[in-house]
DNA sequence: TAGATTGTTAATCGATTAACAATC
DNA sequence: TAGATTGTTAATCGATTAACAATC
């Protein structure tokens, strides 16, 4: 770690929250903000606004606050949001083709470089742009390209598998859209999006409110 | 609240994965299992799931551990996936087609009612069975049709005129797959998938990583 | 300079872990 | 009964909030 002291997860997660809303600022041409103001936006604490920036050093000015522009690219910094990243889709199903298609990513330096699938009706079309290839042949597109993600958009039985393929080809990160916890080298970092997780979630709070 | 004590996020957000490995137990024919078992399985400690557990009540037996079926029923019933919840996608795009057809709701409970867009080549087609009506017709179908949970797949300049919509229409809960933060009355429930989001803070990790 | 607002330390709050008596 | 494991209280740890001196 930088800085000899490990960051919270909790800071972390928020980091992305607050690039977008100061993107959001940005396109509203609004050059500064203070923590308060920004904590009205945000529903945090100015505190913990201040506290969560000061992690990654002094980005505010004292009686000013800070600059949207500025405090915008040092959180695409800490992100490493600064160069582009090569990913490859393995699963070209709905979500599969759903991810290839958020046109966010390509203004956002992600580049998809490949997509994979098992099934013949699948292989060979296009999607995005894109020639879906055989799954067989992801070993040997792994070897001969360097991909930092692998987006794991298979069932949840063949998850597994993929991930230890992904790993084996040198990926760094894996985002997980089966709905299964993967075991992979703590060297590999896994993000997932249980979507499943995500939906029963809100049906508890749904029928809790209803109760208050 | 039911027991007059508020039961922190982290808690519920821990008990659909309790609940998703409960089920992988069960397809395994183990039946009963101890919070150490549990803890070993879950990477959490034996105490936190206990803790978690006795939020809701007594579920396990001294000496024994826990009904695999049992904790699974009862785990079901607190997160209220116990009825049929009706369900419509607003954007019918490639995010909302890979929603609907995402086999898993079908078995759990969610079943998908309406389907909408703006975009007059979506409209009238057929979608995993469901036929895309034009978004004009939503505050109509929203009043005909009691409605609990609206998906926003727009885009997000769209996405929160859409949520008001569906407030008006009496949803209890929206599950937001645009990549901004929403404004409604605090009666209903958010449930935000911010892709963007999880993608930065993988990329965050993954850099991290190779950092240390 | 005076006013505003940060950076940072201290205080509080909440969540996790440890410990153990209760009990199956 | 003896052994195992829960339910639950107490201790610890970490994250959030409050306060204020530093400074633009």
Redo the contacts with the bound molecule.
């Keep these: 770690m930088r800085k000899s002291e490990k960051i919270?997860n909790?800071?972390i997660r928020r980091l992305p929250r607050y690039r977008r809303r100061l993107g959001e600022l940005m396109r509203k041409d609004i050059t500064r903000i203070?923590?308060?103001e920004f904590s009205e936006i945000l529903g945090?604490?100015?505190?913990?606004i201040?506290?969560d920036?000061?992690n990654f050093g002094?980005?505010?000015?004292?009686?000013?606050?800070?600059n949207v522009k500025e405090l915008h690219e040092q959180i695409s910094k800490i992100l490493g949001i600064t160069r582009e990243y090569s990913v490859v889709i393995v699963g070209s199903n709905h979500m599969g083709q759903a991810i290839a298609n958020y046109s966010y990513y390509k203004s956002a330096g992600f580049v998809i470089t490949g997509m994979f699938d098992i099934n013949l009706e699948l292989i060979g079309t296009e999607i995005s742009g894109i020639k879906v290839k055989d799954f067989s042949e992801l070993d040997d597109f792994l070897a001969k390209n360097k991909v930092d993600v692998g987006v794991i958009c298979t069932n949840k039985e063949s998850a597994q598998r993929v991930a230890e393929k992904l790993q084996k080809g040198g990926v760094k990160g894996i985002w997980n859209f089966a709905p299964v916890d993967l075991v992979v080298d703590e060297n590999i970092q896994v993000e997932n999006v249980h979507l499943s997780d995500s939906l029963h979630t809100l049906i508890y709070f749904m029928n809790q409110d209803s109760g208050e």
Tied chains: 1, 2.
Excluded: E, M
């Design positions: 919270s909790a800071v203070s923590s308060k945090y604490t100015a505190s913990q201040r506290q920036l000061n002094g980005f505010g000015q004292q009686g000013y606050g800070y």
